[in-house]
């Protein structure tokens, strides 16, 4: 079978619908998460420095977990279909669908984030005359990039991974090379599908994996350490060691 797989993908014919399929499904999943952001990042934002609606985060994520997705994609085709005309039908469910999908794990990690900030840097930011918004933004925020950008990396997997089912409405993507290998029972081109939506899904990880990795504050990660600080760190772990086992030969 893995014979079978690298010589599909080799394959010069398969070549250009990959690469127009590829881009296909990365357009869905980086339109649906975008707009996603724009709705959960606010008001995990809004939330977590309020306070207000703890409750509504819990329970919208908890539902929008457990909603079917694949049920959801045909309910609204066949609701919104017949008002709509040409791809829009097919298109419009499925960002739906993505975004519905995408907006429960950014929402709790943003609102994760800005809720355990250290009260001792919000009361030292008021301390020094800043307002509820430049305390949002001058200390939550940064201080919450890390949880924010574990939510949306999330959000991006299982939108990445999900986005298969735009084939199952007459869209393109990636899941096309499952629906139509399934069609025929091409095998190959059903496992080279799959393949292909994992190897999608871990780049795009990795790409904002880099992202966050140049954005967040160093001070925020631990990677601000010096050899200096890492030095002095080791050298008091020895001074303690030393201490203990002097007091416990004395003892």
Same mark, same amino acid.
């Given at each position: 079978?893995?014979? +079978?797989?690298?010589?599909?993908? &080799?394959?010069?014919?398969?070549?250009?619908?990959?690469?127009?399929?590829?881009?296909?499904?990365?357009?869905?999943?980086?339109?649906?998460?975008?707009?996603?952001?724009?709705?959960?990042?606010?008001?995990?934002?809004?939330? &977590?420095?309020?306070? !207000?609606?703890?409750?509504? @985060?819990?329970?919208?994520?908890?539902?929008? !977990?457990?909603?079917?997705?694949?049920?959801?994609?045909?309910?609204? %085709?066949?609701?919104?279909?017949?008002?709509?005309?040409?791809?829009? *039908?097919?298109?419009?469910?499925?960002?739906?669908?993505?975004? %519905?999908?995408?907006?429960?794990?950014?929402?709790? =990690?943003?609102?994760?984030?800005?809720?355990?900030?250290?009260?001792?840097?919000? $009361?030292?930011?008021?301390?020094?005359?800043?307002? =509820?918004?430049?305390?949002?933004?001058?200390?939550?925020?940064?201080?919450?990039?890390?949880?924010?950008?574990?939510?949306?990396?999330? *959000?991006?997997?299982?939108?990445?991974?999900?986005?298969?089912?735009?084939?199952?409405? &007459?869209? =393109?993507?990636?899941? /096309?090379?499952?629906? +139509?290998?399934?069609? %025929? !029972?091409?095998?190959?081109?059903?496992?080279?599908?799959?393949?292909?939506?994992?190897?999608?899904?871990?780049?795009?990880?990795? %790409?904002? *994996?880099?992202?966050?990795?140049? @954005?967040?504050?160093?001070?925020?990660?631990?990677?601000?350490?010096?050899?200096? $600080? /890492? *030095?002095? @760190? !080791?050298?008091? +772990?020895?001074?303690?060691?030393?201490?203990? @086992?002097?007091?416990?030969?004395?003892?």
């Amino acid at each position: 079978m893995i014979n +079978d797989i690298v010589s599909w993908l &080799g394959e010069a014919a398969n070549r250009d619908d990959i690469i127009q399929r590829l881009g296909e499904h990365v357009g869905y999943a980086l339109l649906a998460t975008g707009i996603a952001a724009l709705i959960a990042i606010p008001a995990g934002m809004w939330i &977590g420095h309020t306070g !207000r609606g703890r409750f509504a @985060v819990v329970n919208i994520s908890g539902f929008a !977990r457990a909603i079917p997705t694949l049920g959801l994609l045909y309910f609204i %085709v066949l609701w919104l279909g017949p008002n709509l005309s040409g791809d829009l *039908a097919f298109l419009l469910p499925s960002l739906i669908v993505l975004i %519905v999908l995408a907006i429960p794990p950014m929402l709790a =990690g943003t609102y994760a984030g800005i809720d355990e900030v250290d009260p001792a840097a919000r $009361d030292a930011a008021r301390g020094m005359g800043m307002r =509820g918004s430049q305390v949002l933004f001058k200390v939550e925020i940064p201080c919450a990039l890390p949880l924010i950008f574990s939510g949306l990396r999330s *959000a991006l997997l299982q939108v990445v991974a999900t986005a298969t089912i735009a084939a199952t409405a &007459g869209l =393109g993507g990636l899941g /096309r090379f499952l629906i +139509d290998g399934l069609s %025929v !029972r091409d095998y190959p081109q059903m496992a080279a599908g799959a393949v292909l939506v994992a190897a999608l899904a871990l780049a795009i990880d990795l %790409v904002v *994996a880099v992202i966050q990795r140049l @954005v967040v504050s160093r001070g925020i990660t631990g990677r601000h350490r010096t050899r200096r $600080d /890492r *030095a002095a @760190v !080791r050298s008091t +772990d020895d001074s303690l060691s030393t201490t203990t @086992v002097t007091v416990g030969t004395v003892n």
